[in-house]
């Protein structure tokens, strides 16, 4: 018996991802193909391989080591002219499903002084001193303009 899960038309099955990440390889046709280990299943397959669809579907839940899904293959020739294609949700993990933000534990506080030193600090002292500059480049850029104007009306030829 393959150690490799045969999807079944119409049947789910429901794996638990070992790793973060799949193998990349080629299948015999030229494509990518992915395979995903699993822990093992009473039937004794232990992985399973994915197309670029099935692979694009199970990253784009943010599945990851010891998460659960459940996937299907659907096949109907009523739905999508008959090509079979993959259902994939997450079976035990709703927060990650949902997108839902985990509550964290408050912080210890020697944790919260830690973090302190990293917090932006207000210069008002170092605020002050660029609108200041700021202020003084700007009369500079006004007397230049207005040089510049005055320049251009004496050099205004008569015809």
């Given at each position: ?23 990349e390889g080629t299948n ?39 998460d659960t899904l459940t ?41 919260k002084k830690f973090e ?44």
């Amino acid at each position: 018996m393959s150690d490799y899960i045969k999807f079944v038309d119409n049947k789910s099955e429901t794996v638990t991802l070992l790793f973060d990440e799949p193998l990349e390889g080629t299948n015999q046709f030229g494509k990518k193909q992915y395979t995903y280990g699993i822990k093992e299943l009473i039937s004794g397959e232990e992985k399973f391989s994915a197309t670029e669809k099935l692979h694009e579907k199970i990253q784009g839940l943010g599945a990851s080591k010891g998460d659960t899904l459940t996937i299907e293959k659907v096949k109907d020739a009523d739905i999508n002219k008959g090509f079979a294609f993959f259902k994939v949700e997450m079976a035990d993990n709703p927060a990650k499903k949902d997108s839902a933000p985990t509550q964290s534990k408050p912080l210890h506080d020697s944790v919260k002084k830690f973090e302190k030193q990293f917090e932006p600090k207000e210069d008002k002292m170092a605020m002050h001193e660029l609108s200041m500059r700021i202020e003084k480049l700007e009369k500079i850029v006004a007397a230049l303009w207005e040089k510049s104007q005055n320049e251009k009306k004496g050099d205004d030829l008569p015809f």
